[in-house]
């Protein structure tokens, strides 16, 4: 299957500071990508699609200025969290659309955030 | 929008047994199908998959089956293993190359060795 490359895996930082995450697509395009937010033993959240070549489309509710997406090549989407709080620390998950009829799914391995 | 249940919240089981999940989903428009297990710290992987112009799949331990009338697919494990402990989640999403999944809200399952 698709390969969705995610990283770093785990970040520590501290609150003010901003924090960039990376998501790949290591063997195949993806013109839209997926940012969710996980908190522990719940499902999760959708904040934003990743539209290559385009602005993002947020959720209800998701601060666009807090996080900034950036989706500048076909294989590549970053997420920043900026000027991040202990409230933003999360487990944030990326995915993309794949398969022979780009209906799929296949996710990062996440991103454990931690602010202090 | 798209609504999807998931039942139960937690399961557990003797190795060797069956476990299954159930989802309902409230968009008759929706058309293919997912289920995800996801490791602790680890993203949400693909396991199976069902489009809604078929009733039933299966990859060897692993089957899922759907019924558009009562608007739910269930996911079937059997003879688990340890190793098929995690979290699942089911999804639904309407069309292709488009669209956003909604997903459940997940099951833990605990196969006991």
């Known amino acids: 299957g698709a390969v969705v490359s995610q990283h770093p895996s785990r970040v520590i930082c501290k609150s003010g500071t901003s924090v960039k995450i990376e998501c790949r697509s290591l063997?195949?395009?993806?013109?839209?990508m997926f940012w969710y937010r996980q908190f522990p033993k719940q499902s999760l959240m959708l904040m934003a699609t990743?539209?290559?070549?385009?602005?993002?489309?947020?959720e209800q509710g998701v601060e666009k200025d807090k996080f900034l997406i950036n989706h500048a090549s076909l294989t590549l989407s970053t997420l920043t969290v900026t000027s991040a709080h202990p409230e933003d620390s999360s487990f944030y998950i990326c995915?993309?659309?794949?398969?022979?009829?780009?209906?799929?799914?296949?996710f990062g391995s996440g991103t454990q955030l931690s602010v202090l | 929008g798209e609504n999807v249940e998931q039942h139960p919240s937690t399961l557990s089981v003797q190795e060797g047994d069956s476990a299954v999940i159930k989802c309902t989903y409230s968009?008759?428009?929706?058309?293919?199908f997912p289920w995800y297990k996801q490791e602790l710290g680890k993203g949400p992987q693909l396991i199976i998959d069902?489009?809604?112009?078929?009733g039933e799949k299966k990859d060897q331990r692993i089957a899922v089956t759907l019924n558009k009338t009562a608007k739910h697919f269930s996911l079937h494990i059997t003879e688990t293993q340890p190793e098929d402990s995690a979290v699942y989640f089911c999804?639904?999403?309407?069309?292709?190359?488009?669209?956003?999944?909604?997903f459940g809200d997940g099951t833990t399952l605990t196969v006991k060795p």
């Open positions: 995915s993309a659309r794949g398969g022979r009829t780009n209906e799929k799914l296949f």
């Open positions: 063997d195949f395009q993806a013109t839209t």
């Open positions: 990743s539209n290559e070549g385009s602005k993002a489309t947020y």
């Open positions: 968009d008759s428009a929706s058309n293919y």
């Open positions: 069902i489009r809604s112009n078929v």
């Open positions: 999804a639904a999403s309407i069309g292709t190359n488009a669209g956003k999944s909604t």
